[in-house]
């Protein structure tokens, strides 16, 4: 059966939720103390964590206007287009399984701008980019955790793979960023050409002050987001300190890693209550904190993601027809115009269209 067959996709998606219930039985809290816990929200607190991730938001998009900057020629496109298309993104995430919001927050730019050879592999290659500058904030979230905090033998040996596979792709991107020569993504396999794609966004790794820039954005959204869980924490009556909430933090992104189900709903909860059993918390009390939590950060995403969909004339439907490594790339320099007739961007969901 075809990768790209729906119906090993709808099985996967049925899956993925049937994997979902069964950790949801499995790992559930006590009902009674579950419903409890909600009851006591202090919703001031829950405001006030919204905006917090709504800063980290806006913080992070400028950490990826400042990739597209250094990686397309000019016309580049103006903030608002990026923090559109990078709320786009961040709603393809959380409602559709897989990382299909990398992908649509690259069409949604795609779409905006002028057409030019290369584009579309360069946008993505920004995206790739965009999440080695992660890499920085989330090592110092790791080093803070591991000397500040109570974590679990089996969270510990996570960690460790995360640090292994990020230093990883760090030492990629500054190897790739000394490769000036782009090759043409005709006849690549799939893996071959996603990094040729993540080459042609690493051209910020050439100017250390806009990388530095790209870090510190970077970083500050993750700061802005460990506050945001922290106030969480207050607002179902967690007072834990900081390490508490950076354990959270960095736990809850290990286990969205890998999106096996729409926001990984079950195994988020069950890795954000089980580290704060040692603080205290009981398991239901932080059951119910995780679905609040990610209640937070999802309503970020879905709200101002749902928001600028409709501005840019989009609809649901065609982020589930976003294509795959094997669609989503434009020919190197020897492609044609779109005006000789030839092949040009694929024309498929939101990647063949252009706003006019």
Known sequence: MSLSSPWLRITVVFLGAAGAVAIIWWRGPAWSDFANTFSKVEWRWVVSAILLNLLSVVARSMAWKTVIDQAVPEPRPGYRIVFAGFSVGLFANAVLPGRIGELARVAVLNRRMSARRGLWATLVGTVFAHRVFDLPPVLLLI???????????????SLIIVVIVGLGLMAFAFASARHHHRSRLD???AVRRLVEMARYGLAVMKTPWAAAKAVFFQTVGWTFQLFAVWTAMRAFDIHEGIPAAATVLLLMNVATIFPLWPGNFGLVQAAVALPLKRYGVSYAQGFAFGIGLQLIEASVGVGVGLLFLAREGLSFAMLKRMPDAAQAEIPGEEEPDAGDGGAGEPERGLVGMRRR
């Open 143 to 157: 080093a803070f955790v591991v000397s500040t905090a109570k974590i679990p033998h089996w969270a510990a040996t």
């Open 187 to 189: 006849g690549l396999g």
